[in-house]
């Protein structure tokens, strides 16, 4: 599976769009773009994924770069339960057994 | 309801015990796992089974060993426990069509090994 790289951590204010960066420019053409966030002492959450084109859903939008080397995650009016680590994973398609790989991820810090 | 559920959800035991860990999904998905989440919070996939076959067993030591009694249930259980077991197990599920489908999570098993 490709390598992706985040930042360590981040901080945004409530209310205002937390923008999430990852670069993954080694990823291959048939490896889709995951974003997954954990809250503290939960489980991993589904947020957001795509192949090449933008996507968006009722949690965030998914920006994809034109040569697929980095996306962004953007949350448009961050609250403070958005506080998490935000993990970006790229995994190829698979049909069953397909796994996550999880990096060390964003930790997002939302201020009130 | 619950998707998908785990228990216990702490579990704190001697070195040398046999404990289990059981996970249950209610979505209707074909594929389960075992992911293990150390103190430095680096998440892991240790198992998988897909239609209670075994197709993932990463390089996990064979005194853990997962059960699926059916495509709903995958249990994991821990012989010989070490304190390196210490740590939080995850389970989750997906329904493995296509190979594009997202994974859901349980709230984790808290182990602890004294």
């Known amino acids: 599976d490709a390598k992706t790289t985040q930042p360590t951590s981040m901080d945004c204010a409530e209310g205002r769009a937390a923008n999430l960066p990852c670069n993954h420019s080694?990823?291959?053409?048939?490896?889709?773009v995951y974003w997954y966030r954990q809250i503290h002492s939960q489980g991993p959450q589904y947020i957001i994924h795509?192949?090449?084109n933008n996507e968006t859903n009722e949690m965030a939008s998914l920006i994809i770069t034109e040569d697929r080397k980095s996306s962004t995650l953007i949350l448009p009016h961050a609250t403070l339960r958005d506080t998490a680590v935000y993990y970006c994973?790229?995994?190829?398609?698979?049909?069953?057994?397909?796994?996550?790989?999880f990096g060390e991820g964003t930790q997002l810090t939302v201020n009130p | 309801d619950t998707a998908v559920s785990q228990t216990p959800k702490y579990l704190v035991t001697q070195m040398g015990n046999d404990k289990s860990i059981k996970c249950e999904q209610n979505?209707?998905?074909?594929?389960m796992y075992w992911y293990k989440q150390d103190s430095k919070k680096f998440l892991k996939i240790m198992f998988s089974?897909?239609?209670?076959?075994?197709?993932i067993n990463e390089t996990v030591p064979n005194r853990f060993s997962p059960k699926s009694p059916d495509k709903a249930h995958l249990n994991l259980h821990i012989n010989s426990l070490e304190l390196g077991d210490s740590a939080v197990y995850f389970c989750?599920?997906?329904?493995?069509?296509?190979?594009?489908?997202?994974?859901?999570f349980g709230p984790g098993t808290r182990l602890l090994v004294l």
């Open positions: 989750a599920s997906t329904r493995s069509a296509g190979g594009g489908e997202t994974q859901y």
């Open positions: 080694t990823i291959s053409g048939n490896e889709y």
């Open positions: 795509g192949l090449k």
């Open positions: 994973i790229v995994k190829p398609l698979e049909t069953s057994g397909s796994r996550l790989t």
């Open positions: 979505l209707g998905h074909d594929t």
């Open positions: 089974y897909n239609n209670k076959e075994l197709i």
